[in-house]
Nanobody, 125 residues
Framework: QVQLVESGGGFVQPGGSLRLSCAATRTGFIIDVMGWYRQAPGEQRELVASVGTAGDTKYSDSVQGSVQGRFTISADYAKNTVDLHMNSLKPEDTDVYYC???????????????WGQGTQVTVSS
């Protein structure tokens, strides 16, 4: 199993910064990708940013606007942690943010997704 514990989030004024942190505990699984996702009420969960074991990163360029240049994702696969540094926050960044990983059992190829409980980010004046 893979369990994810998130911290960070909260309320911030436009232009402010927040850091989201996630720590994974894994038993019998290898984590291939760690990332952060966001979800608005009634909407699908979507990628914000992800990072693979080789340090390859991917950032969202969704209808809410690109986060690249404002958000930075970093991961420590030795410690199974992933952080999302969010700068220049905008009201449209308001959402519930979820830590998510893609993992597979040792010796298996089937990929599974695991999720944290979510943390609210609110950007408002």
């Amino acid at each position: 199993q893979v369990q994810l514990v998130e911290s960070g989030g909260g309320f911030v004024q436009p232009g402010g910064s927040l850091r989201l942190s996630c720590a994974a505990t894994r038993t019998g699984f290898i984590i291939d990708v760690m990332g952060w996702y966001r979800q608005a009420p009634g909407e699908q969960r979507e990628l914000v940013a992800s990072v693979g074991t080789a340090g390859d990163t991917k950032y969202s360029d969704s209808v809410q606007g690109s986060v690249q240049g404002r958000f930075t994702i970093s991961a420590d696969y030795a410690k199974n942690t992933v952080d999302l540094h969010m700068n220049s926050l905008k009201p449209e960044d308001t959402d519930v943010y979820y830590c998510g990983v893609v993992a597979r059992r040792y010796g298996r190829s089937r990929l599974q997704h695991f999720w944290g409980q979510g943390t609210q980010v609110t950007v408002s004046s």
